[in-house]
Protein backbone atom coordinates (compact mmCIF):
# COMPACT_ATOMS: atom_id res chain seq x y z
CA UNK A 1 0.00 0.00 0.00
CA UNK A 2 1.30 3.44 -0.62
CA UNK A 3 0.04 6.66 1.26
CA UNK A 4 0.48 9.77 -0.74
CA UNK A 5 0.24 12.77 1.57
CA UNK A 6 -0.71 16.04 0.36
CA UNK A 7 1.42 19.09 -1.23
CA UNK A 8 0.77 21.03 1.81
CA UNK A 9 1.09 18.55 4.36
CA UNK A 10 3.79 19.56 7.10
CA UNK A 11 6.78 17.90 8.45
CA UNK A 12 4.71 17.44 11.71
CA UNK A 13 1.50 15.87 9.65
CA UNK A 14 3.83 13.25 7.68
CA UNK A 15 5.59 12.27 10.88
CA UNK A 16 2.16 11.78 12.52
CA UNK A 17 1.09 9.65 9.75
CA UNK A 18 4.49 7.57 9.89
CA UNK A 19 3.60 7.25 13.79
CA UNK A 20 0.59 6.18 13.85
CA UNK A 21 1.13 3.65 10.74
CA UNK A 22 3.82 2.35 12.87
CA UNK A 23 1.23 2.05 15.99
CA UNK A 24 -0.81 0.06 13.83
CA UNK A 25 2.01 -2.57 12.82
CA UNK A 26 3.09 -1.61 9.72
CA UNK A 27 6.78 -1.34 7.91
CA UNK A 28 6.93 2.22 6.76
CA UNK A 29 9.59 3.56 4.23
CA UNK A 30 9.40 7.02 3.13
CA UNK A 31 9.98 8.48 -0.14
CA UNK A 32 10.46 12.56 -1.02
CA UNK A 33 9.50 12.80 -4.39
CA UNK A 34 9.14 16.65 -5.73
CA UNK A 35 5.97 17.44 -4.92
CA UNK A 36 4.84 14.97 -2.39
CA UNK A 37 5.67 12.74 -0.04
CA UNK A 38 4.95 9.17 -0.07
CA UNK A 39 5.06 6.42 2.34
CA UNK A 40 5.18 2.93 1.26
CA UNK A 41 3.43 0.87 4.13
CA UNK A 42 4.19 -2.73 4.01
CA UNK A 43 1.76 -5.29 6.29
CA UNK A 44 0.75 -8.34 6.74
CA UNK A 45 -2.45 -8.28 7.23
CA UNK A 46 -5.36 -6.07 5.03
CA UNK A 47 -4.93 -2.55 6.65
CA UNK A 48 -8.25 -0.38 6.47
CA UNK A 49 -7.39 2.26 4.06
CA UNK A 50 -10.57 4.26 5.10
CA UNK A 51 -9.08 4.99 8.70
CA UNK A 52 -5.73 6.16 6.77
CA UNK A 53 -7.02 8.34 4.46
CA UNK A 54 -8.58 9.97 7.39
CA UNK A 55 -5.54 11.29 8.99
CA UNK A 56 -4.24 14.89 8.54
CA UNK A 57 -2.21 15.49 5.44
CA UNK A 58 -3.29 12.37 3.66
CA UNK A 59 -4.08 12.91 -0.04
CA UNK A 60 -5.11 9.64 -1.12
CA UNK A 61 -4.15 5.74 -0.69
CA UNK A 62 -3.07 3.60 -3.19
CA UNK A 63 -3.15 -0.45 -3.11
CA UNK A 64 -0.08 -1.95 -4.90
CA UNK A 65 -1.15 -4.86 -6.94
CA UNK A 66 2.89 -5.81 -7.67
CA UNK A 67 4.29 -8.37 -5.31
CA UNK A 68 7.33 -6.27 -4.93
CA UNK A 69 6.10 -3.05 -3.18
CA UNK A 70 9.31 -0.92 -2.86
CA UNK A 71 11.55 -1.93 -6.10
CA UNK A 72 8.14 -0.54 -8.25
CA UNK A 73 7.62 3.08 -9.46
CA UNK A 74 4.17 3.04 -7.43
CA UNK A 75 6.11 3.59 -4.81
CA UNK A 76 8.70 5.86 -6.34
CA UNK A 77 7.85 7.45 -9.67
CA UNK A 78 11.23 9.17 -9.88
CA UNK A 79 14.33 7.06 -10.91
CA UNK A 80 16.60 6.50 -8.15
CA UNK A 81 20.05 7.31 -8.50
CA UNK A 82 22.64 5.07 -6.93
CA UNK A 83 25.88 6.58 -5.57
CA UNK A 84 29.01 4.42 -5.36
CA UNK A 85 32.01 5.77 -4.18
CA UNK A 86 31.64 9.83 -6.25
CA UNK A 87 29.89 8.12 -9.32
CA UNK A 88 26.16 8.64 -9.66
CA UNK A 89 25.03 5.14 -11.56
CA UNK A 90 20.93 6.30 -12.99
CA UNK A 91 21.51 9.88 -13.67
CA UNK A 92 22.51 11.50 -17.16
CA UNK A 93 25.63 9.35 -17.78
CA UNK A 94 25.80 6.15 -18.59
CA UNK A 95 28.44 4.47 -15.89
CA UNK A 96 30.80 1.65 -17.19
CA UNK A 97 32.42 -0.74 -14.62
CA UNK A 98 35.10 -2.68 -15.90
CA UNK A 99 38.11 -4.95 -15.27
CA UNK A 100 39.23 -8.64 -14.35
CA UNK A 101 37.26 -11.57 -13.66
CA UNK A 102 39.13 -12.09 -10.94
CA UNK A 103 42.18 -10.37 -9.15
CA UNK A 104 45.60 -12.73 -10.11
CA UNK A 105 48.29 -10.81 -9.69
CA UNK A 106 49.52 -7.41 -8.86
CA UNK A 107 50.74 -6.42 -12.48
CA UNK A 108 47.40 -8.15 -13.75
CA UNK A 109 45.35 -6.10 -11.90
CA UNK A 110 47.32 -2.98 -11.83
CA UNK A 111 47.89 -3.26 -15.56
CA UNK A 112 43.77 -3.46 -16.18
CA UNK A 113 42.98 -1.40 -13.69
CA UNK A 114 44.98 1.53 -15.21
CA UNK A 115 43.86 0.57 -19.12
CA UNK A 116 39.98 0.94 -18.05
CA UNK A 117 40.31 4.27 -16.56
CA UNK A 118 42.04 5.65 -19.67
CA UNK A 119 39.19 4.23 -21.78
CA UNK A 120 36.56 6.06 -19.63
CA UNK A 121 35.33 3.03 -17.11
CA UNK A 122 34.57 5.09 -13.26
CA UNK A 123 33.98 1.77 -11.45
CA UNK A 124 36.57 -1.28 -11.01
CA UNK A 125 35.59 -4.73 -11.10
CA UNK A 126 37.33 -8.09 -9.97
CA UNK A 127 36.59 -11.13 -7.74
CA UNK A 128 38.32 -12.28 -5.12
CA UNK A 129 36.05 -15.08 -4.36
CA UNK A 130 35.05 -16.61 -7.31
CA UNK A 131 31.95 -19.54 -7.27
CA UNK A 132 32.74 -22.00 -9.78
CA UNK A 133 31.00 -25.00 -11.19
CA UNK A 134 33.46 -27.10 -10.73
CA UNK A 135 35.45 -27.32 -7.44
CA UNK A 136 38.86 -27.77 -9.13
CA UNK A 137 38.57 -24.53 -10.88
CA UNK A 138 40.26 -21.40 -9.48
CA UNK A 139 38.23 -20.05 -6.47
CA UNK A 140 40.14 -16.50 -6.23
CA UNK A 141 42.95 -15.11 -3.76
CA UNK A 142 40.42 -14.49 -1.23
CA UNK A 143 41.49 -11.19 1.17
CA UNK A 144 44.45 -10.65 -0.63
CA UNK A 145 42.88 -9.94 -3.97
CA UNK A 146 40.67 -7.50 -2.46
CA UNK A 147 43.64 -5.37 -0.85
CA UNK A 148 45.26 -5.93 -4.98
CA UNK A 149 41.93 -4.27 -6.37
CA UNK A 150 41.48 -1.63 -3.82
CA UNK A 151 45.13 -0.52 -4.27
CA UNK A 152 44.40 -0.48 -7.92
CA UNK A 153 41.29 1.00 -7.75
CA UNK A 154 42.93 3.83 -5.47
CA UNK A 155 45.44 4.57 -7.95
CA UNK A 156 43.64 4.84 -10.67
CA UNK A 157 40.90 7.31 -8.77
CA UNK A 158 38.12 4.19 -9.28
CA UNK A 159 35.41 3.50 -7.24
CA UNK A 160 35.04 -0.50 -6.79
CA UNK A 161 32.60 -3.54 -6.79
CA UNK A 162 33.35 -7.07 -6.01
CA UNK A 163 31.04 -10.37 -5.46
CA UNK A 164 30.00 -11.26 -2.00
CA UNK A 165 29.05 -14.96 -1.81
CA UNK A 166 28.43 -15.64 1.76
CA UNK A 167 27.03 -13.25 4.96
CA UNK A 168 30.52 -14.19 6.68
CA UNK A 169 31.99 -12.11 3.48
CA UNK A 170 30.12 -9.03 3.94
CA UNK A 171 32.16 -7.55 6.86
CA UNK A 172 35.42 -7.73 5.12
CA UNK A 173 34.40 -7.24 1.30
CA UNK A 174 32.46 -3.62 2.78
CA UNK A 175 36.18 -3.01 4.24
CA UNK A 176 37.47 -2.49 1.08
CA UNK A 177 35.04 -2.16 -1.90
CA UNK A 178 32.80 0.72 -2.35
CA UNK A 179 29.58 -1.57 -3.53
CA UNK A 180 28.86 -4.94 -3.00
CA UNK A 181 28.09 -7.80 -6.10
CA UNK A 182 25.76 -10.37 -5.83
CA UNK A 183 26.35 -12.66 -8.40
CA UNK A 184 23.09 -15.02 -10.66
CA UNK A 185 24.33 -17.74 -8.00
CA UNK A 186 22.83 -15.90 -5.39
CA UNK A 187 19.95 -13.98 -6.54
CA UNK A 188 17.67 -16.01 -4.27
CA UNK A 189 20.05 -16.49 -1.61
CA UNK A 190 17.23 -14.74 0.57
CA UNK A 191 19.60 -14.97 3.93
CA UNK A 192 22.25 -12.91 2.00
CA UNK A 193 19.85 -10.75 0.90
CA UNK A 194 18.57 -9.78 4.24
CA UNK A 195 21.66 -9.04 5.63
CA UNK A 196 22.60 -6.86 2.78
CA UNK A 197 19.54 -5.05 3.72
CA UNK A 198 21.03 -3.77 6.64
CA UNK A 199 24.34 -3.34 4.74
CA UNK A 200 25.03 0.48 3.68
CA UNK A 201 26.66 0.35 0.93
CA UNK A 202 25.30 0.04 -2.42
CA UNK A 203 24.43 -3.68 -4.01
CA UNK A 204 24.60 -4.86 -7.82
CA UNK A 205 22.35 -7.32 -7.98
CA UNK A 206 22.70 -9.65 -10.90
CA UNK A 207 19.63 -11.56 -12.38
CA UNK A 208 19.57 -14.96 -11.49
CA UNK A 209 20.30 -17.69 -14.79
CA UNK A 210 16.68 -19.04 -14.86
CA UNK A 211 14.27 -15.67 -13.34
CA UNK A 212 12.01 -13.80 -14.07
CA UNK A 213 11.90 -9.95 -13.80
CA UNK A 214 9.53 -10.44 -11.28
CA UNK A 215 11.40 -13.09 -9.41
CA UNK A 216 14.47 -10.56 -10.14
CA UNK A 217 12.76 -7.28 -8.35
CA UNK A 218 11.60 -9.68 -5.43
CA UNK A 219 15.04 -10.09 -4.95
CA UNK A 220 15.71 -6.36 -4.84
CA UNK A 221 12.91 -5.98 -2.22
CA UNK A 222 14.40 -8.17 0.40
CA UNK A 223 17.41 -5.45 0.27
CA UNK A 224 14.97 -2.66 0.08
CA UNK A 225 13.06 -4.00 3.10
CA UNK A 226 15.91 -4.41 5.26
CA UNK A 227 16.29 -0.15 4.93
CA UNK A 228 19.22 -0.17 2.02
CA UNK A 229 17.75 1.66 -0.82
CA UNK A 230 20.99 1.73 -2.31
CA UNK A 231 19.96 -1.09 -5.78
CA UNK A 232 21.70 -1.36 -8.81
CA UNK A 233 20.04 -4.75 -11.25
CA UNK A 234 22.15 -6.11 -13.80
CA UNK A 235 20.66 -7.86 -16.39
CA UNK A 236 23.33 -11.05 -17.15
CA UNK A 237 21.83 -13.24 -19.04
CA UNK A 238 19.58 -16.21 -18.79
CA UNK A 239 19.67 -19.76 -19.74
CA UNK A 240 17.49 -20.33 -22.16
CA UNK A 241 17.39 -23.78 -25.32
CA UNK A 242 19.98 -21.97 -27.60
CA UNK A 243 23.03 -23.24 -27.13
CA UNK A 244 25.13 -21.11 -29.62
CA UNK A 245 25.95 -18.55 -26.95
CA UNK A 246 26.07 -19.44 -22.78
CA UNK A 247 23.53 -17.72 -22.38
CA UNK A 248 20.75 -15.58 -24.01
CA UNK A 249 21.31 -11.99 -23.41
CA UNK A 250 17.68 -10.43 -22.51
CA UNK A 251 17.37 -6.82 -24.06
CA UNK A 252 14.06 -6.79 -23.18
CA UNK A 253 14.27 -6.90 -19.99
CA UNK A 254 15.83 -3.59 -19.47
CA UNK A 255 13.35 -1.37 -21.16
CA UNK A 256 10.87 -3.82 -18.51
CA UNK A 257 12.40 -2.95 -16.13
CA UNK A 258 13.12 0.79 -16.27
CA UNK A 259 9.15 0.91 -16.90
CA UNK A 260 8.25 -1.34 -13.42
CA UNK A 261 10.91 -0.24 -11.40
CA UNK A 262 12.78 3.15 -10.01
CA UNK A 263 15.83 1.16 -9.55
CA UNK A 264 18.54 1.97 -12.12
CA UNK A 265 20.00 -1.42 -14.50
CA UNK A 266 23.16 -2.18 -15.89
CA UNK A 267 23.65 -4.56 -18.77
CA UNK A 268 26.75 -7.59 -18.72
CA UNK A 269 27.46 -8.01 -22.16
CA UNK A 270 30.46 -10.34 -21.23
CA UNK A 271 28.61 -12.71 -19.40
CA UNK A 272 25.52 -12.21 -21.70
CA UNK A 273 27.06 -14.56 -24.34
CA UNK A 274 30.51 -15.86 -23.02
CA UNK A 275 32.10 -14.48 -25.81
CA UNK A 276 34.50 -11.62 -26.59
CA UNK A 277 33.42 -11.26 -30.24
CA UNK A 278 29.73 -10.73 -28.91
CA UNK A 279 30.80 -8.43 -26.10
CA UNK A 280 30.68 -4.96 -28.48
CA UNK A 281 28.06 -5.80 -29.89
CA UNK A 282 25.37 -6.79 -27.24
CA UNK A 283 27.09 -3.31 -25.10
CA UNK A 284 25.80 -1.19 -27.98
CA UNK A 285 22.47 -3.15 -27.76
CA UNK A 286 22.14 -2.80 -24.18
CA UNK A 287 22.87 1.16 -24.00
CA UNK A 288 20.53 2.20 -26.88
CA UNK A 289 18.09 0.18 -25.27
CA UNK A 290 18.33 2.16 -22.16
CA UNK A 291 20.40 0.89 -19.65
CA UNK A 292 22.05 2.97 -16.87
CA UNK A 293 25.19 1.54 -17.89
CA UNK A 294 27.63 -1.64 -18.13
CA UNK A 295 29.91 -4.07 -16.22
CA UNK A 296 32.33 -5.47 -18.49
CA UNK A 297 35.23 -8.14 -18.03
CA UNK A 298 38.88 -6.88 -19.43
CA UNK A 299 42.29 -8.61 -18.72
CA UNK A 300 45.25 -7.38 -19.92
CA UNK A 301 46.10 -10.57 -21.14
CA UNK A 302 42.29 -12.61 -21.38
CA UNK A 303 43.93 -15.91 -23.21
CA UNK A 304 45.61 -16.22 -20.31
CA UNK A 305 43.01 -15.48 -17.56
CA UNK A 306 42.42 -17.77 -14.53
CA UNK A 307 39.16 -17.31 -15.19
CA UNK A 308 36.46 -16.32 -18.28
CA UNK A 309 39.31 -15.50 -20.58
CA UNK A 310 37.04 -16.23 -23.52
CA UNK A 311 34.58 -13.14 -22.61
CA UNK A 312 37.06 -11.09 -21.30
CA UNK A 313 37.99 -8.35 -23.70
CA UNK A 314 41.41 -6.73 -24.39
CA UNK A 315 42.34 -3.17 -23.36
CA UNK A 316 42.26 -1.95 -27.13
CA UNK A 317 39.14 -3.56 -28.17
CA UNK A 318 37.78 -1.84 -24.52
CA UNK A 319 38.97 1.18 -25.56
CA UNK A 320 37.64 0.58 -29.29
CA UNK A 321 33.97 -0.20 -27.85
CA UNK A 322 34.20 2.76 -25.61
CA UNK A 323 34.70 5.13 -28.19
CA UNK A 324 31.58 3.72 -30.16
CA UNK A 325 29.25 3.86 -27.27
CA UNK A 326 30.21 7.76 -26.97
CA UNK A 327 28.87 8.03 -30.33
CA UNK A 328 25.68 5.78 -29.83
CA UNK A 329 24.46 6.93 -26.09
CA UNK A 330 23.90 11.17 -27.26
CA UNK A 331 21.47 9.28 -29.59
CA UNK A 332 19.00 8.70 -26.81
CA UNK A 333 19.86 12.11 -24.43
CA UNK A 334 23.05 10.19 -22.99
CA UNK A 335 26.16 10.45 -22.79
CA UNK A 336 29.00 8.22 -21.33
CA UNK A 337 31.98 8.37 -19.11
CA UNK A 338 32.98 11.86 -21.32
CA UNK A 339 35.70 12.31 -18.96
CA UNK A 340 38.24 9.78 -18.04
CA UNK A 341 39.02 9.56 -14.67
CA UNK A 342 42.12 11.40 -13.81
CA UNK A 343 45.09 8.73 -11.98
CA UNK A 344 46.00 9.73 -8.77
CA UNK A 345 49.29 8.25 -9.11
CA UNK A 346 51.13 4.85 -8.34
CA UNK A 347 50.64 3.28 -5.01
CA UNK A 348 48.85 6.43 -3.47
Not at 66 to 82: C, D, N, W
Not at 125 to 154: C, I, N, T, W
Amino acid sequence: MVVVMDERATEAQIENVVARLVEMGMDVHRSTGVTRTVLGVVWQGRPDAGIIQLLDGVHEVLRISEPYKLAGRTFKPESTVVKVGDVRIGGDEAIVIAGPCSAENEKQVRTTAAAVRRAGAKVLRGGAFKPRSSPYSFQGLGEPGLQLLQDAAKAENLALVSEVMEIAQIPLIEKYCDMFQVGARNMQNFGLLRELGHARKPVLLKRGISATIEEWLLSAEYILSGGNTEVVLCERGIRTFETATRNTFDVSAIPVVKKLSHLPIVGDPSHGAGRRDMVAPMARAAVAAGADGLIIEVHCDPDRALSDGAQSMFPAQFDRLMAELRIIAPAIGRSICVEPTPRRGWGT
